[in-house]
């Protein structure tokens, strides 16, 4: 008897399932996704428990026939690719045709749908991957799927589930990122009472359809003048969010929701420039508020990558981290920073001048800009020598030093006092947390 076997069909989707279905907030983000793809204009999530009990995600999309509602519990089953050559181009979240199976093997799963222009709908009910019904029902045009008992047939991987309260708290933080990246969809989000008896929900997240991202951007967040708007289009590529203005503090700190073709992604690229943008600005550590969308052909990014197609692959992965960070850097304000160079100094060939070592090597004591009045109060000799700002031309240095032909010499406290000129200070880089 060989030992390797095929392992049974509902045994394969739980394995997928685990790949696929991490926590119900995965649950709504498939189920989600798949009504944005069916046209829905309203999508309505009822969550008990946390999810944990029951999931419900209805909409008002295209909805299916009863062919392809059989068909849509089906491992790779799906209407969005059809061929090798549909995966260069991926316009729709889903297309692998393997969440509904994936759920289905680990609920109490019940869908319900009817397709546009047809009079009756199908139920098809699912449990722990077994198929148990299929039959002929009064439904209102879309889909309503059920997900009762999440991993009730895994106990191992239901005991990591987090508390009610936080696993909610990831469907709601789900939802409002589904919702910013589609205004023209209305979203609502309620926490039933079913499981305890009280028989009423509680309404999490309300929003009616959005004119634009502006409208939806207020609907979720308020006023908000701490973050500016941004906008850059170059090389293919088109970016328009909202970031966390720099301030006197430095830039708020909160969430980074970044859109790539209107699909939620966590991606090193991006995050590499961001984070470039705010160096010279912040604290490395800090995390700035952000809310990007970036829109690029489908042909130059690759979102076959993942499991739960939360990250992507860039074509150009460069381009993309320099338009984003010149992007940034535009709204931010910030320009080049000045150009620090020598100016350089007259020597007389015949005579030649003894090299002199600067600051605290030669002997010198090198001078706090902080506490100028201090050291010429003391008598301090303190040494002036020859740098000059690139932007603005204006020399710093001593004038004795050009009469002499040579190197600059050491001024006292009356020659400070008259040419001192320190000019404000531009960080060039951070080591530590300390601006240099």
Request: include cysteine; proline fraction near 6%; hydrophobic fraction near 40%.
């Amino acid at each position: 008897m060989p030992k390797i076997q095929r392992l049974p069909v509902h045994l394969a989707n739980q394995i997928a399932a685990g790949e696929v279905i991490e926590r119900p907030a995965s649950v709504v983000k498939e189920l989600v996704e798949n009504a944005l793809d069916a046209n829905t204009t309203r999508i309505a999530v009822t969550v008990d428990l946390g999810g944990k009990k029951l999931l419900r995600v209805e909409d008002n999309g295209d909805g299916m026939g009863a062919e392809d509602a059989r068909l849509a519990i089906e491992r790779h089953a799906t209407s969005k690719i059809a061929t090798s050559d549909d995966l260069g181009a991926i316009r729709t979240l889903g297309f692998r045709g393997e969440a509904l199976p994936s759920i289905a093997s680990v609920s109490h799963f019940t869908l319900r749908t009817r397709a546009r222009g047809e009079a009756t709908g199908t139920e098809v009910k699912v449990d722990g991957g077994a198929l148990t019904s299929v039959r002929e029902i009064g439904a209102p045009e879309g889909t309503c799927i059920d997900v009762a008992d999440l991993f009730y047939n895994l106990p191992a991987r239901r005991k990591f589930l987090k508390s009610d309260t936080a696993e909610t708290t990831q469907v709601s933080r789900l939802m409002t990122q589904m919702a910013l990246g589609y205004p023209a969809v209305g979203f609502s989000l309620t926490s039933a009472g079913f499981a305890t008896g009280s028989g009423h929900g509680r309404t999490l997240l309300e929003c009616p359809p959005a004119a634009g991202l502006g409208e939806r951007f207020f609907q979720l967040f308020g006023e908000r003048p701490d973050l500016i708007e941004m906008r850059k289009e170059a090389a293919g590529l088109k970016i328009h969010g909202y970031i966390a203005a720099l301030g006197d503090q430095g830039p708020v700190r909160g969430a980074q929701n970044v859109f790539v073709n209107r699909r939620i992604v966590k991606d090193r690229t991006i995050a590499h420039a961001i984070s470039e943008a705010y160096t010279v600005a912040t604290i490395k550590e800090r995390s700035p508020e952000v809310h990007l969308f970036i829109e690029i052909a489908p042909d130059r990014v690759d979102v076959n990558v993942h499991p739960t197609k939360a990250e992507v692959r860039f074509l150009e992965q460069s381009l993309v981290h320099e338009v984003l960070r010149r992007g940034l850097g535009d709204a931010l304000g910030q320009g080049r920073a000045t150009e620090l160079q020598f100016t350089p100094f007259s020597a007389r060939p015949s005579e030649p001048q003894p090299m002199a070592i600067p600051g605290v090597l030669g002997g010198a004591i090198v001078g706090n800009r902080w506490a100028a009045q201090e050291m010429i109060s003391a008598g301090r000799d303190i040494p002036s020598y020859g740098f000059s700002n690139a932007r603005d031309g204006a020399a710093m240095q001593s004038p004795d030093s050009a009469a002499t032909g040579g190197l600059p010499e050491i001024q006292g406290a009356a020659g400070l006092a008259r040419g001192i000129d320190i000019r404000p200070m531009i960080p060039l880089g951070q080591f530590r947390d300390t601006f240099i």
